[in-house]
T-cell receptor
Framework: DQQVKQNSPSLSVQEGRISILNCDYT??????FLWYKKYPAEGPTFLIS?????DKNEDGRFTVFLNKSAKHLSLHIVPSQPGDSAVYFC?????????FGTGSRLKVLA | DAGVIQSPRHEVTEMGQEVTLRCKPI?????LFWYRQTMMRGLELLIY????????DSGMPEDRFSAKMPNASFSTLKIQPSEPRDSAVYFC???????????????FGPGTRLTVT
């Protein structure tokens, strides 16, 4: 049973436009959330995180939004660049372990 | 630091054979995690260690899988006997602890692509 779901397996966006990646979770006890980016043949790398006491966290072109009532988080990338083409995983953290989603493949078209 | 090191990068083996995957975490990291990535289930946590002690192995699929961490700089994940459905990419990750009750970001190795024929 997937506790963290990424329902859009792939997304294509034009360079310079906004990319929005979505993630839903089922357990209201989750209180820390993260996004990781993964290029082919490499391990995932940390991108951005958010605590449940916040509803938004921003880092440069990347912003994560958290809607606790809807159990939903999203990652916004503005503006999107071709180098952002990768698989993005969201994760929820109850204590020291992460529960990852299945990933969403983003392709940014030049 | 060289980051998390995994070996081998690729492993092809026949069904029924024993497979051993290796991981060297980042020096000073207290937590070590083993994950498996498949298309259907994404990144699944198999087991994690804190200070070389297994804390949660609830993700280990069955008794054919075992993991050890004999010291702070080395861990193995063993599959015996291997089956075709074990084919996946296996990642090792390490992290420092956090006083928030959550781990800091996890640093992943490059993964081992396992193919069982």
């Amino acid at each position: 049973d997937q506790q963290v779901k990424q329902n859009s397996p792939s997304l294509s966006v034009q360079e310079g436009r906004i990319s929005i990646l979505n993630c839903d979770y089922t357990n209201s006890m989750f209180d820390y959330f993260l996004w990781y980016k993964k290029y082919p043949a490499e391990g995932p790398t940390f991108l951005i995180s958010i605590s449940s006491i916040k509803d938004k966290n921003e880092d440069g072109r990347f912003t994560v939004f958290l809607n606790k009532s809807a159990k939903h988080l999203s990652l916004h990338i503005v503006p999107s660049q071709p180098g952002d083409s990768a698989v993005y995983f969201c994760a929820a953290s109850p204590s020291y372990k992460y529960i990852f989603g299945t990933g969403s493949r983003l392709k940014v078209l030049a | 630091d060289a980051g998390v090191i995994q070996s081998p990068r690729h492993e092809v083996t026949e069904m029924g054979q024993e497979v051993t995957l290796r991981c060297k975490p980042i020096s000073g990291h207290d937590y070590l995690f083993w994950y498996r990535q498949t298309m259907m289930r994404g990144l699944e946590l198999l087991i994690y260690f804190n200070n070389n002690v297994p804390i949660d192995d609830s993700g280990m699929p069955e008794d054919r899988f075992s993991a050890k961490m004999p010291n702070a700089s080395f861990s193995t994940l063993k599959i015996q006997p291997s089956e075709p459905r074990d084919s996946a990419v296996y990642f090792c990750a390490s992290s420092l602890p956090s006083d928030r009750g959550h781990s800091y970001e996890q640093y992943f190795g490059p993964g081992t692509r396992l193919t069982v024929t």
